[in-house]
């Protein structure tokens, strides 16, 4: 650290008859510009004198800092249509301050500001309502082009719908296979632990077959699903959208919605309920695990499987898994569309595909719960 | 060359987003078989001109007509048979990466025709062929330089023989030898094929070489500062910047 030699001072004299008169002396650098400014700029702007005389022949040196002082000074002065005068100003300093002080800013476009609390919540709102929109509307062209792909097979894109399905489904396989066993596995103890106090551990296969079979198995897909596919499609599309394929597509006269969704859509709507059926086995496997490994034999856990599940809890399970495979498809598809320019604009779409994919499976579980209740009691 | 026929007329064009207007009123007429070039700075809206064109947007205000069609509002049948009396080369070339060159080319003629397969690889083919692709077929568009990809862009916007090619900014991002034979191909392309030629550049080398006539694009009019053929701007423009402009280049690359 070096040592400030001679470090600017400033003194005051007035204000007298509208006129202030200040000085400066020594160096005026970044070092030492700091309270000099704070000083001065406080003495400027609470005098509005008509005059700032403003002395700086004792000044030795002056960086950028120090002529930043002197043009906020003006400034200053003029917005209440004062006068600075600055006498004693070396010409060598003369000239930085006059080169600093050209130059004008182009009338440029409004910047964005920094909003208040409430602004921004308000602001916010508008946006959810009219992401809403614009999902309603997608939904809208979705259904259109789905419609129209089943009325004209021959237009579905049935090269790519098979190279994404088995991205889709088969690529899944592995993770989902392993996730619903050790889920199977971790429910059917953590039952068991609690069930062995009534004696009653045989009702742990009927925990698992109804669990598995109407939640974990369908929710679990498709949670890695928006994981794995969601994301994939958002960042597939939203590439092709900054590098302006989609424009092409579309001055081409093909629909990205036929294009690149329908044939996404497609494989979802068949992959889930074949990985579905996957989890809902892997996962009552492990079930079964548990339960040989407290004693019961294989019969036995199986008998009472089918005393307790009925086909309805496995095809409720498979529709669910439908709705979810569409609704993860159709989401990663749009948030893809939705990517605006920038080198980020495809990271974020990505995350908004997986949170809103959430979002969307944990709602229409919740929705396809109360049908289940009210048409099954 | 030109025939002096209007291809595209745009009349009384505003591009605004967000409600923030970036072109003001705008009129030119493009003639059919002529290089026509919108010249400018950046930001200065070249891209939006170009993208209202091809009517990837609607404009605020006044009428696009492509040979007769106004791009904006044509639905249905319409609109296909308007989209297929252009081609786009974009910016950044804008070929399909999960494809090869060839399927690039091959994808428009597989939706918009009933050739048989074998045939569409054939013109496929010729196509690259002449943009001096020939051999790269089955390349993806990954392992092409900038250059190849603008060339197989090109490719691409000519499969179904349109009778308008747009290209946005053509030499961005080449080197000036590229760019250079890039132009001797749209000069050739234009010559025998008869194909009108929308250039977005700012390239005065370039604009020198291919362009029949340019129009000048500015920021702070929002509009055309300048309409005409190069040679004569640089002489006889009202507009002294303009006329300095045109100069500027044709001092060093262009002594006349
Ligand atoms: N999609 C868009 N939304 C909002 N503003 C845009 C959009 N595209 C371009 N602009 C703005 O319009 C102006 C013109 O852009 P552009 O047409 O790309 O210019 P050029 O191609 O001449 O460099 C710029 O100020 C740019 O910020
Ligand atoms: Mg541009």
């Not at chain 1, 006129?19 to 406080?42: F, M, N, Y």
């Not at chain 1, 917005?79 to 004008?104: A, M, N, T, V, Y």
């Not at chain 2, 026509?36 to 930001?43: A, K, Q, T």
């Amino acid at each position: 650290m070096v040592t400030i030699v001679n470090a600017a001072k400033l003194r005051s004299d007035g204000p007298r008859s509208g006129v202030l008169k200040l000085a400066i002396d020594g160096r005026l650098d970044a070092d030492s510009t700091g309270p000099v400014w704070r000083e001065s700029t406080r003495l400027v702007t609470a005098a509005r004198a008509n005059n700032v005389d403003l002395d700086v022949a004792s000044m030795d040196y002056c960086d950028g800092s120090g002529i930043a002082l002197l043009i906020q000074l003006r400034r200053l002065q003029q917005k209440h249509g004062g006068k600075l005068e600055i006498h004693g100003l070396r010409p060598e300093f003369q000239e930085l301050l006059d080169d600093w002080s050209q130059g004008s800013g182009e009338t440029a476009p409004k910047a964005k500001v920094r909003t208040q609390l409430v602004e921004e919540v308000g602001r916010r709102a508008v946006e959810v309502w009219r992401d809403i929109h614009e999902l309603i509307t997608f939904v809208g062209q979705l259904g259109l082009a789905l419609v129209k792909a089943a009325r004209h097979p021959r237009t579905i894109r049935w090269r790519d719908t098979v190279l994404i399905a088995e991205e889709v489904g088969v690529n899944a396989l592995p993770i989902v296979a392993m996730l619903s066993f050790l889920v199977g596995v971790i429910m059917a103890f953590q039952a068991a632990v609690a069930l062995r106090q009534f004696g009653a551990e045989i009702f742990v296969a009927n925990m698992i077959g109804l669990s598995v079979l109407r939640e974990m198995g369908p929710l679990m897909t498709a949670i890695i699903l928006a994981g794995r596919s969601g994301s994939a499609f958002a960042a597939e599309i939203g590439t092709m959208k900054v590098r302006e394929e989609i424009d092409a597509l579309k001055t081409m006269g093909l629909e990205p919605v036929r294009f690149l969704v329908v044939p996404r859509v497609l494989a979802a709507l068949v992959m889930t309920p074949v990985l579905t059926v996957f989890a809902d086995l892997l996962g009552v496997m492990g079930g079964s695990v548990v339960m040989m490994s407290l004693g019961f034999p294989l019969i036995t856990f199986f008998h009472q499987l089918q005393l307790a599940v009925s086909y309805g809890s496995l095809v409720g399970g498979l529709v669910k898994a439908f709705a979810f495979g569409i609704l993860i498809a159709a989401i990663g598809c749009l948030r893809g569309l939705q990517t605006e320019n920038g080198a980020s604009a495809v990271g974020l779409s990505t995350t908004h595909a997986v949170v809103s994919g959430i979002i969307l499976i944990v709602f229409a579980d919740g929705i396809f719960t109360i049908i289940y209740y009210l048409l099954w009691v | 060359m030109s025939s002096g026929e209007t291809i595209i007329r745009v009349d009384g064009f505003t591009a605004a987003y967000n409600g923030q207007v970036i072109l003001n009123r705008l009129s030119f007429e493009v003639h059919r078989g002529e290089v026509f070039v919108i010249l400018g700075g950046s930001g200065c809206g070249k891209s939006t001109l170009l993208k209202h064109m091809i009517g990837l947007y609607a404009p605020a205000a006044g009428t696009i007509l492509i040979d007769g069609h106004n791009i904006s509002t044509a639905e249905g049948d319409e609109r296909q048979q308007v989209l297929r009396k252009f081609g786009v080369m974009y910016q950044s070339g804008a070929l399909f990466g999960s494809m090869t060159v060839l399927d690039n080319v091959c994808l428009p003629l597989q939706e918009f025709t009933n050739l048989p397969l074998d045939a569409i690889r054939v013109i496929a083919s010729m196509k690259l062929q002449r943009v001096g692709l020939g051999g790269f077929d089955h390349h993806m568009p990954s392992e092409l330089s900038g250059g190849m990809q603008k060339r197989a862009a090109i490719a691409r916007a000519m499969a179904l023989d349109p009778q308008v090619l747009f290209l946005d900014e053509p030499s961005a991002g080449l080197d000036p030898i590229t760019s250079a034979e890039l132009d001797e191909l749209i000069l050739s392309l234009a010559r025998s094929l008869k194909i009108t030629f929308v250039i977005v550049s700012h390239e005065l080398a370039s604009i020198f070489a291919i362009a029949d006539r340019v129009i000048m694009l500015d920021k702070s009019v929002k509009g055309i500062v300048a309409t005409g053929k190069p040679k004569e701007l640089r002489e006889h423009s009202d507009n002294a910047w303009v006329r300095q402009f045109f100069s500027r280049q044709a001092s060093t690359d262009n002594p006349a």
